[in-house]
């Protein structure tokens, strides 16, 4: 059986459709634990939010393709919020189909590549607070749950994190 091709690109605002989609599909996922009444972002409005993220100039974003098909993403944004100066993890998404293959531990470790690339000694994230799954990735990874917010702005309980960037 022939063996999978990755390859990554970094993401342009043109990117925005895929994104979203890859976004949307993730966040379907969540619906096993948001609260009763939470609706998945459609694809159309991830990516009209992903499109203006994009073509900020302190976002970077690496678009993932398997055998040339779009299976995952991952996005950092800066931020001023004092020091030490941060970046945020903005996204790490996975489609479905990739979940489980190692595809979600190779964007996280390009993110922290590039954020260490940019010199950002600390970075941040959040995460919804019911995704045991996700949440167990991040903490594997060196995150430390920092706080709980009772929900961001579509209504969903989400779990902040932090680590540090140095070596």
Excluded: K
């Excluded at 979600?104 to 994230?125: E, G, I, T, Y």
């Amino acid at each position: 059986m022939p063996r999978s091709v990755l390859t990554t690109r970094r993401a342009w605002p043109a990117d925005a459709e895929t994104l979203g989609l890859t976004c949307h599909l993730g966040m379907q996922t969540w619906r096993a634990f948001a609260p009763a009444g939470w609706v998945v972002p459609t694809p159309a409005v991830r990516a009209a939010g992903v499109r203006m993220g994009l073509a900020h100039p302190g976002v970077w974003a690496l678009l993932a393709f398997v055998d040339g098909e779009p299976a995952g993403h991952c996005a950092m944004c800066d931020v001023d919020i004092g020091e030490p100066r941060a970046t945020i993890l903005w996204h790490l998404f996975v489609r479905p189909r990739w979940f489980g293959t190692g595809l979600a531990a190779h964007l996280h470790d390009a993110f922290v590549a590039q954020a260490r690339a940019f010199d950002f000694p600390f970075a941040w994230l959040s995460t919804p607070a019911g995704n045991a799954r996700a949440r167990r990735f991040y903490e594997r990874r060196g995150w430390v749950a920092d706080t709980l917010l009772e929900e961001d702005h579509e209504g969903l309980p989400m779990a902040i994190y932090g680590r540090p960037l140095l070596p």
